[in-house]
């Protein structure tokens, strides 16, 4: 019977009971089935047994509850070596703090304190102003504590000072502890370490000022380079003009030679004067076409002009022309690209006008006696291609690589600059956004400049 009052207890003890509740359901079973012994036996004998009845349910009770509860307080144990070991990780690990509604520090993380160089004795108890940066505007603490007394989380990026004077970046996460009532008691803060973020930053900003200010010394340079390269040009200009103008000139002189002796003499035939003036008003317009050519030539105009090869090539032609002549160099012209385009005009013929001039003086210095320059344009590849070739014999393979640099120069000669091919080559590819290359011929040194037509084409007009 003893055994199937305990086996019915583990039963019982097996469902979710309180221990108050598990000690009543016990005592009605004891009397249920004790019940039929004490009509049996006597009372004594019934009080008896009864007796070790009860003291078997308590001893069993007591047992079960003691070992329930070792288990909870070892449970409970567990929980609090876990506890601690989170909490020790975050304080390791987490740059974490709390603060009174006043801002006095409360509880300081250990790497809070690592990052700040002050002991946790330093901080607690002291306000929280310790480690304010003087950099940090008094518009940002007031925007956060109007966000925290609004019982909302504020988060931003804020610069601290730390023990030894130097600082430190951190993202910041304060949120407000409230009561029961409602009422902010605490300020909790988590912290991130961004100093090494924010001084890639920093890096990169005084990285992208350096760029900005080479750029800018780069451009200026080019620009005085450029201005040194036109000035060398003008000096061979003026030359040009002086021989363009040598001829105009002694025809004006000798027509009013002409017609000053016919004056002396009295021999004065009106049509004969109208005729020499007539001579002089048009000699007079091409100095002064000459004039104007080389003008516009010089004029620092950097403004996209819808022209053409064809355009381009005759203006720059009628400046070298005179000089071509004299030293008996024929200059040809196959133009197989007729199509109209934008682009720097002027700049375009700069290029253009030093390298006639660079084919002119490698004629005259190698002796060529029949010196020739070509030029040609045709369309390959949806590009408009420049070609200007010469029969100079052309250039050595050995600095082949360098004319191109600024400064470097083979006309010896005549004491040249060394900016023009490198100032032909700024404008072909940083202004005109083309490509000049260089390569020795057959006869001679060919140069050719590629060109997007359309790369500088105004936007179709949107359909009204």
Known sequence: MINKIFSRLKNIHSSILTPISFLLMAFFVVLFFYAPFVAEKNIIDSAKEGSIVVFALVA???????????????????????????????????????????????????????????????????????????????????????????????????????????????????????????????????????????????????????????????????????????????????????????????????????????????????????????????????????????????MDSKVLTRTSFESILNKTISIVKTSLDKRDIIISFQNHFENEFYIYENEFEQVVLNLIQNAEDAIVENGINNGIIEIKTYKLNGKAIFEISDNARGINNEIMEKIFEPYFSTKLKKNGTGLGLYMSKIIIENHCLGTIDAFNTFEGAMFRITLDPNEFAPLPALAQ
């Open 60 to 298: 069993y009770t007591s047992y079960i509850l003691i070992k329930r509860e070792k288990k909870l307080l070892d449970a409970n144990d567990k929980l609090e070596k876990k506890l601690n070991n989170i909490l020790l990780d975050f304080d390791k690990n987490v740059i974490a703090s709390t603060t009174d509604i006043d801002g006095n520090i409360l509880y300081a993380s250990e790497l809070f304190c690592k990052l700040s160089g002050y002991k946790k004795e330093e901080l607690v108890g002291k306000n929280h102003r310790l480690i304010k940066h003087n950099d940090m505007p008094k518009a940002m603490y007031l925007e956060m504590l109007r966000t925290l007394e609004a019982g909302e989380i504020w988060r931003g990026e804020i610069k601290n000072s730390t023990k030894d004077g130097s600082f430190y970046w951190v993202d910041a996460i304060v949120s407000p502890v409230l009561n029961e009532d409602g009422k902010i008691i605490e300020y909790n803060s988590i912290r991130q370490d961004i100093t090494s973020k924010k001084e890639l930053q920093n890096l990169n900003e005084s990285l992208k000022q350096k760029i900005v200010q080479a750029i800018k010394e780069t451009q200026e340079k080019e620009q005085h380079m450029l201005k040194q390269s036109k000035m060398a040009q003008m000096g061979e200009m003026l030359s040009m003009i002086a021989h363009q103008w040598r001829q105009p000139l002694a025809a004006i002189s000798s027509t009013a030679s002409s017609l000053e002796v016919k004056m002396i003499l009295k021999d004065v035939d009106l049509e004969v004067f109208k005729s020499g003036i007539k001579d002089i008003q048009a000699y007079s317009q091409h100095l002064s076409s000459t004039i104007d050519d080389f003008r516009n030539f010089f």
